[in-house]
């Protein structure tokens, strides 16, 4: 189980989270939804041990995560992320297969060989080809470094995933084949995923459980079937756009060429 427990969070004097609970299971899939600013990322460098939290309990299965040193390796062994900027979480000097194999040569003890293949077969997983291995991340379209992130946050098997907006770049064909892998992925390896989205209809297509958070506070918390009850998280549901075409005053007084109007 991956927790934050009562955590209070402060950037300077100013408090961004509230007594904020939060667990993920294994092979559980958590969606955090929330609209801009009510402080999912910051949620999110929390779970991935990138900010401490200024008060509050953080544990990995049981036990308070460590700082530093081994402690710390062992839970970046265990807890990946990957985030919406695709192209700043990577070193621009590295190739694709070297950025994708970092965590296999860092936490693992993959042979050179067996780490060739797993960057291999991650490329496809991701819908890339294999020779974008040697390919350096400004030869990569944003969505497609995007993938590259994902494959490298799943390249050592870890037990916890935690994806911030991760396939927020990608076109609806992508997001639907890579969340399809992401909820397999979980069923077979255990793994489990905080899912970080504004999308409340990705959101229910992909988790267990959804959980609304509004300004640093968690307000909702249901089983993707049901719908939320909080004000806010409800503010969110209803807030898909229409359909049709928004109707302006210059869409009232400029009609359409109709057949007749048009001289051929
Ligand atoms: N490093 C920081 N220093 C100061 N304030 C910060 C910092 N990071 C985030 N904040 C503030 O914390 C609050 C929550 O921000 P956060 O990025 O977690 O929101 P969010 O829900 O992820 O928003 P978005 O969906 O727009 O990314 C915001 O008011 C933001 O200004």
Known sequence: MLALENIDHCYGDRRVLHDVSLSVARGERVALVGGSGEGKSTIARL??????PSQGAF???GAPVGR???????FRRQVQGVFQDGPGAVNPGHTIGRIIEEPLVHLSRHSARARRARVEALLEVVKLPASYAAYLPHQLSGGQLQRV??????????AYLVCDEATSGLDTVLQVELTRFLADTCDRTGMGLL?????LRLARRL???LIAI???RLVDDVIAGAAFTHPAARALEEAVLPLAPIKTAAHKTHRAPQHADTVV
Do not use: N
């Open 195 to 199: 899912f970080i989205t504004h999308d």
């Open 68 to 74: 530093r040193g081994r402690a710390l390796k062992t």
């Open 214 to 216: 509004e300004q640093g």
């Open 207 to 209: 988790c267990h459980r």
């Open 59 to 61: 544990k990995l299965d």
């Open 149 to 158: 992130c994902l494959a490298r946050a799943l390249a050592i098997e870890p």
């Open 47 to 52: 779970a991935l041990a990138l900010e401490r």
